[in-house]
């Protein structure tokens, strides 16, 4: 690969928007056998540059065996209406048969299918553009948004003991699929009282020198359940553009 057209692909990367905190709650914190029907997390999300308060979000969760149906509706610290994205997806285990977004307010799908050896993966930005859509081959391991932090809680004991795990991520925005990595971030597990932070991050060290990593931070107490999110997310502004957030999940009515 030329260094122009690893730049090409680093700057791919950066545009992907990460594409997982809208999901993240949702992924993990129970795997579909042990969820109880209709689960309920209150998000808040804050500007990860000045902390400032920006939306506050209610979800619900809606498990049947593998199929799992995630709504989120945002709204300003003020109350008023900002974003719904409704979510449906279906996998065995770690490995996705198939995945649609919709965010009400944009027009905004995603999806994959997966037929055999590929996956079909679709895009459209807005109400107002068309969809495009690609095939990548499918790869043993290949993860995408649904199950990311499924993939997190598999690896635990693992994961403890400071090993790396490298796997294709799958961007249907992108209609490709990227190389990242999970670990253990040592530092931050350390200062987290009673929780333990996952960091994820590009698998190329070049590219990890041009995009900042995601953190997961998890209580370490059964379930283990995700509680912080810091990054780049989904959740777009009123100009349209990705922004870096901090995100924190409370589970309503769970033990």
Same mark, same amino acid.
């Given at each position: 690969m030329t260094f122009r057209a690893?730049?090409?692909?680093? $700057?791919?990367?950066?545009? /992907?928007?990460?594409? +997982?905190? *809208? #999901?993240?709650?949702?992924?993990?914190?129970?795997?579909?056998?042990?969820? $109880?029907?209709?689960?309920? /997390?209150?998000?808040? +999300?804050? *500007? #990860?540059?000045?902390?400032?308060?920006?939306?506050?979000?209610?979800?619900?969760?809606?498990?049947?065996?593998?199929?799992?149906?995630v709504t989120t509706v945002f709204t300003t610290p003020a109350g008023?209406?900002?974003?719904?994205?409704?979510?449906?997806?279906?996998k065995v285990g770690l490995v996705p048969i198939?995945?649609?977004?919709?965010?009400?307010?944009?027009?905004?799908?995603?999806?994959?299918i997966r037929n055999g050896d590929t996956i079909e993966l679709r895009y459209r930005e807005n109400s107002e553009e068309d969809e495009d859509d690609g095939t990548v081959?499918?790869?043993?391991?290949?993860?995408?948004?649904?199950?990311?932090?499924?993939?997190?809680?598999?690896?635990?004991?693992a994961l403890m003991e400071n090993r790396e795990f490298g796997f294709s991520f799958l961007v249907p925005s992108k209609q490709d699929a990227y190389s990242f990595r999970i670990l253990r971030d040592e530092e931050r597990s350390f200062k987290a009282k009673g929780q333990e932070v996952i960091r994820m991050e590009p698998d190329s060290?070049?590219?990890?020198?041009?995009?900042?990593?995601?953190?997961?931070?998890?209580?370490?107490?059964?379930?283990?359940?995700?509680?912080?999110f810091r990054g780049r997310s989904s959740i777009k502004d009123e100009t349209g553009e990705p922004q870096d957030l901090r995100i924190t999940y409370s589970y309503l009515g769970q033990n």
């Open positions: 690893l730049i090409h692909r680093t $700057a791919l990367v950066v545009l /992907i928007g990460w594409g +997982l905190s *809208s #999901l993240a709650a949702a992924q993990g914190t129970v795997t579909p056998k042990a969820a $109880a029907k209709g689960r309920k /997390i209150e998000l808040s +999300l804050y *500007s #990860l540059e000045s902390e400032r308060l920006l939306y506050r979000g209610n979800r619900t969760i809606v498990e049947d065996q593998d199929k799992v149906e008023k209406p900002f974003q719904t994205t409704v979510s449906v997806f279906e198939s995945y649609q977004l919709n965010d009400l307010r944009s027009g905004e799908t995603e999806s994959l081959d499918w790869e043993p391991g290949s993860l995408f948004t649904g199950t990311v932090v499924d993939f997190m809680h598999a690896q635990w004991a060290w070049i590219i990890r020198r041009l995009v900042d990593p995601m953190f997961f931070f998890f209580s370490t107490e059964e379930p283990r359940r995700l509680m912080e």
